[in-house]
């Protein structure tokens, strides 16, 4: 279906009308003209200014002929002979001749009149004709007398004829000039109309010329408008997904194949143009396309009717045959719908896949989680008889044994002293293992999110004491100095308590451990942005710049390790750096080889009443 | 007046160990007896009515936990002091000992000096 299809059936009538109306026009200006020249001509002939001319001529023959009557009776005067008289009878015969010529004339009695003039001249020619014929009073037709009359007769005709002639000139003058300027006032009125046609022609032309200019932009615009909608058309053909746009009345206007024969080919019939989306929707039910579809149909209708009215972003439709369809509707301006199908079964399937690879990786973490658990507890155990029974042997060995032992002798005493530090070794190498033991299980709780957190408003002075005695022992042995710096009016950190107490208390242990003699230095400061921070520096051995980054990675004791014995479980710090992040802080170090350390670490400071704040997070197992 | 300290434990070694942590106790007049299983433990409690328990979680027949609960529900043993010896440390393990009535919660690898410290405090033999 063409849309403006009928506009332009509409505007070919327009213009035929147009032509109609045109040609109407012409036809009548055209008679107009016709008649108004046609007129203007029986106009000038009814003038009759060819019978004007014709009795002039008439009237100067009758006139000629009278004046050689009369000239013929002047002769016979001077010689009344027979022969001149004959000659008189001979020009009265042309007179007469005249006369009838008028007389056929009476019925156009026009300039003077044809019988006006014949009743002038007709008594002198009667007269002379009897006079001349049988004579008067006896007298002969030669008699002087006779002709005197004549001659008087004629003459006096003659004269009034004369009269008339000049009269007729002046009726003739008259007419003339008058036909002259009629001809002339009909010239310019001819021109007038002449002027009209020309301008009527060239609006003629004009209007046939735009008209073809409009009937070419009309094909061009039409030309275009294919190209452009042969070009929509190949553009919706060439998309993979489905395009479909129904009308404000939900009737389908255009759908591309793909539409019809690929996502709705089992309900083709109902996809044509005009159907009804509810229609496509009821074959789509009747044809099962749609998983579900047939257990509610009238409730799916009605979902997916009020869906395509009011669309709330794409939807996910799982067909009979195993294939996904997004559907995206999207309302338009002038309240249309325009609708996309794509083909998602691939992508549907990779999130199938990936769904099943998440929960196999939370089941490998899980597995993961129980193994540590597991592990950590079957070592417990052993550890429990190797450290208790190392410290049993070293009791007894000091309390029974050795009293009972003679003093003195080198072998024995040398076998004691290994006996001690192996015992030694044994209880500290398997508080060693302990202690990983326990971080492997710390880390790994903190990692999983297994971790219980007590978040609560934390004392700074008392935080640092309780670390500090934790610690005593350490730093005291190696003979250490330790010195807190607390700032006045510190605002208190929120934390959890016991966390933060471990995290200080490594910092502070590792310092004593890297630290041959000197001092060791815990500080507390308020930074910027409502944090508190609390630093541990010492005078020992330094981390290399190099070094720095890779302290906080699990298992990266930094040093030599084949110069420097290996201390400790190597996951302190990352433990560290895993509690202070979870607790929304920093840790940070900063350091030079042969310059000691200084660790330093932030936590939000708790600006706000504890009872607000203080919240429990408990990770569900 | 004689006391009485139960251990129930499973693991042979560790109940030796246990044994030889305390037994300078018995120079005090302690008794010392123990169990291999929960449901001995319980039955030797309600038998000899002993003064502390030391209590593993992790036994056949009957965990720990259980036996804890089911000796504080006995007007018999209500009296009895009870410390969790387990290598159960997680804080939710301890919060359910803690929940059951214990009076103390040791985590394994525990050291014989701490041990026999928490007895001695427990039963009130600070003094020796």
Redesign the interface.
Known sequence: MEPGGKGREGSLRLSSIGRLLLVALLLAASVGVIGYVYIAIKQIEEELPLRVMEEKRDMERAARNLYQFLAATEAAKAHPTEGNVENIRNHLASVEHDLETLRSRYTFDTLIGASALHALINPAVVDARIWLTDGFGALPPTSPILLDLVDTRVRDTMSKVFDKTTEADRVAYEILERQTAELSQLRDRLMLVLVAVVVLAVAIVWLAVRQQKAARARQLAEEARQSAQSRLQDALESTSEGFAFFDGQEKLVIANSRYRDFFLRDVRDAVAEGASFEAILRAVIERALVVGVSEDSEGWLAWRLSRFRAPQGPIALEYADGRWVRVDERRTGDGGTVVIYSDITELKRREVELLKAKEGAEAVSEAKSNFL?NV??EL??P???????A??VR?RLESVVLPQVKQGDRKLDRAIEQIRGNLDIILLE?DRL?KLV?DV?DLE?IEAGEM?WKIEPLDVVAIVHQAATATESLYRQKGLAFEREIAADLPKMRGDHDRVVQVLVNLISNAVKFTPSGRIACRAQALSGDRVEISVTDSGSGIAREDQAAIFEKFRQVGDTLTQKPSGTGLGLPICREIIEHLGGEITVASSLGQGSSFAFWLPAATVPSNERLSEQVAE? | MTKKILIAED?A??RM?IE??IEELEDEGVEILAAADGEEALALVLAEQPDLILLDV?MPKMNGFEVCERLRQDPRAAKAHVIFLT??????DRARGEAAGADAYM???????ELLATVRRIVGLDDA
């Open positions: 658990a950590s507890h417990r155990t550890l429990t008889s190797i450290l208790g029974f410290e049993i009791k398997g302990t326990n299980l709780k219980v197992r | 693991e070694h560790i160990l030889q942590s992790m290598a159960k440390g997680q804080s939710y985590t394994k690898p525990f050291r014989p000096h």
